[in-house]
């Protein structure tokens, strides 16, 4: 495991992986268990994707992320996988799962991310989603539903991914991964899950991202979103932070000059520009700001 795990591309900045994380414990502490038993990882990959394995390993691809709207969406999805997880779905069929190792398990997650990994997937003939029955979707869908509200979160969160979900298997097939089409349906999991979630949402919802952290996120995993002709425009703060990303330095630098003049107490952004500065080898400017 630990040799085919070296072959991911993880992402390993903090505005990824730290709201991840965050929502990723809330959810685990939400159901009770202990926050060292589950883990939550983001591979750098543009399927919109997510994978749990044995040993309390979860995994969101960057192609995900950037189709989730909120934090709730996100907590829906990272409580589905927590699901398998926590009904040890991966064990249930034990004729499948004898011929499917936790190395196999890792090639599979990332099934075009490594040549190697690729070709190892391919000659394993496997696919971890598809080894999940219907029963074991459904229940994953149910108990995704309990943690949310356990957690604080509305579940309807967790109905918006689905209808998303329609909306790309609609419009753009290519985007969905096969295993949320058919096994079972999208249309069948957004009946059931928008069912359980009811009407009303969590008497205890709280935020762990807040919505500025959320679009760091966004234009951290895809910067091109910072410029996107469709939705809200980016302010300057935003657009910085995406030219930062692309080691853009003196565009982020005249970015985030701009948007301290509109917010001067934006400390964020104040200290993004002392990095920006820092990088743009302009160390006395860089030392004022932070």
């Not at 202990?34 to 939550?40: E, L």
């Not at 927590?82 to 599979?108: E, I, P, S, T």
């Not at 703060?237 to 003049?261: F, I, P, Y």
Request: net charge negative.
């Amino acid at each position: 495991m630990a040799e085919a795990l070296k072959t991911f591309r993880f992402v390993k900045d903090p505005d990824v992986t730290g709201p991840v994380q965050r929502v990723g414990q809330r959810l685990v502490e939400g159901v009770g268990e202990d926050p060292n038993t589950v883990h939550f990882f983001v591979v750098d990959e543009p399927q919109p994707n997510a994978f749990a394995v044995p040993g309390g390993y979860i995994f969101v691809f960057t192609g995900l992320l950037t189709k989730l709207a909120d934090e709730e969406e996100l907590a829906g999805v990272l409580a589905h996988e927590l699901g398998h997880v926590r009904h040890n779905h991966f064990f249930a069929d034990a004729k499948k799962m004898q011929a499917l190792n936790l190395a196999a398990l890792a090639a599979l997650i990332l099934s075009r991310g490594d040549p190697a990994a690729f070709a190892f997937t391919q000659g394993a003939g496997y696919n971890l989603q598809l080894a999940f029955s219907r029963d074991h979707e459904r229940e994953a869908d149910a108990s995704a539903v309990t943690y949310l509200r356990k957690a604080g979160y509305d579940p309807h969160g967790l109905v918006r991914f689905f209808e998303a979900l329609q909306f790309y298997e609609r419009f753009n097939p290519p985007l969905i991964p096969a295993y949320f089409t058919t096994h079972p349906g999208v249309a069948e999991r957004l009946g059931v899950v928008e069912a359980l979630a009811g009407d009303s949402a969590s008497a205890h919802q709280r935020q762990t991202v807040t919505s500025t952290e959320w679009d760091r996120l966004r234009v951290t995993v895809e910067p091109a979103l910072a410029e996107a002709s469709s939705g809200p425009p980016a302010g300057p703060a935003l657009r910085g932070v995406a030219a930062l990303k692309q080691h853009r330095v003196a565009q982020a630098v005249e970015e985030l000059r701009m948007a301290l003049n509109e917010t001067p107490k934006d400390s964020s952004a104040r200290g993004d520009l002392a990095w920006a500065l820092l990088k743009h080898q302009q160390i006395e400017e860089a030392r004022i700001e932070a």
